[in-house]
């Protein structure tokens, strides 16, 4: 069995994970809907109101921010897999509700401790785990600017040396913010020589995101369920956002 841990990839990098302050967002509308998935026919969660402050995870949608959920929004987990309030599988899906077919919010690990709120037939209701993530209107938010130094070119830099490695010159899209850190989940697989790429772990044809970083350290999780922090980028011409990660972990065998 593969031991679960986590890779931080670079030492200054490392520095930069612990110095690195939560981004947030603040609420511009009254009541505005949090829910489950970045669309508009989501379940409804909960609903924040006029100058909440939430915290920034996922600001790679052009019409919807993922922030971390309240913490009196519940979550469910199938009761079988819990024992005194321990994940015992090497992955469990947190869902939006308590059946099959509520939307997974997020996966977390074997020996994950929950804070359980109560029960309901075959289901644990739990308090959010730091996995989750929920969705606002991008329409209802006022995001802070980020300081960014001159580095986060550093990715397109090198994309231009290996244009010809790549389907077409990859250049940054100057419409969407660059070098925003974000947090995903998937499966890692190659896409061509000199890019990666995460699918949906349920949903294997969803591409999550692009990924580029060092081949050698990448190629070693090919094929397993990663959770990958680190900065993003976007290409004109990819559908989705680049992640140069900070740091992968493995969240299934």
């Keep these: 069995m593969k031991k679960v841990g986590v890779i931080v990839l670079g030492l200054m990098l490392c520095f930069a994970v612990l110095a690195d302050e939560p981004r947030?967002?603040?609420?511009?509308?009254?009541?505005?809907?949090?829910?489950?998935?970045?669309?508009?026919?989501?379940?409804?969660?909960?609903?924040?109101?006029?100058?909440?402050?939430?915290?920034?995870?996922?600001?790679?949608?052009?019409?919807?921010?993922?922030?971390?959920?309240?913490?009196?929004?519940?979550?469910?987990?199938?009761?079988?897999?819990?024992?005194?309030?321990?994940?015992?599988?090497?992955?469990?899906?947190?869902?939006?509700?308590?059946?099959?077919?509520?939307?997974?919010?997020?996966?977390?690990?074997?020996?994950?401790?929950?804070?359980?709120?109560?029960?309901?037939?075959?289901?644990?209701?739990?308090?959010?785990?730091?996995?989750?993530?929920?969705?606002?209107?991008?329409?209802?938010?006022?995001?802070?600017?980020?300081?960014?130094?001159?580095?986060?070119?550093?990715?397109f830099e090198e994309l231009r040396v290996m244009a010809e490695e790549v389907s077409g010159l990859l250049q940054p899209d100057l419409d969407k913010d660059q070098g925003i850190d974000a947090q995903f989940q998937g499966v890692l697989q190659s896409e061509g020589s000199v890019l990666y790429k995460l699918t949906h772990i349920v949903q294997t044809n969803t591409l999550v995101c692009y990924v580029r970083g060092n081949k050698e350290q990448l190629d070693e999780y090919i094929n397993q369920a990663l959770l990958m922090n680190g900065k993003i980028f976007w290409a004109k011409g990819?559908?989705?956002?680049?992640?140069?990660?900070?740091?992968?972990?493995?969240i299934c065998e």
């Design 24 to 155: 947030r967002v603040t609420v511009t509308g009254d009541r505005v809907s949090l829910r489950a998935a970045p669309k508009a026919n989501a379940v409804l969660l909960d609903r924040a109101g006029l100058n909440d402050s939430l915290v920034l995870v996922d600001d790679s949608r052009p019409e919807w921010v993922g922030v971390r959920p309240p913490q009196e929004i519940d979550f469910w987990v199938g009761a079988k897999y819990v024992k005194d309030s321990i994940v015992l599988p090497t992955r469990l899906n947190v869902r939006s509700g308590p059946s099959l077919s509520h939307g997974v919010i997020c996966i977390i690990k074997r020996g994950a401790e929950l804070t359980v709120r109560g029960l309901l037939d075959d289901w644990v209701r739990i308090a959010p785990p730091a996995e989750a993530v929920v969705w606002i209107s991008r329409a209802y938010v006022q995001i802070p600017e980020q300081e960014t130094d001159a580095s986060i070119d550093a990715p």
């Design 238 to 250: 990819l559908k989705r956002p680049m992640l140069v990660p900070k740091t992968i972990e493995v």
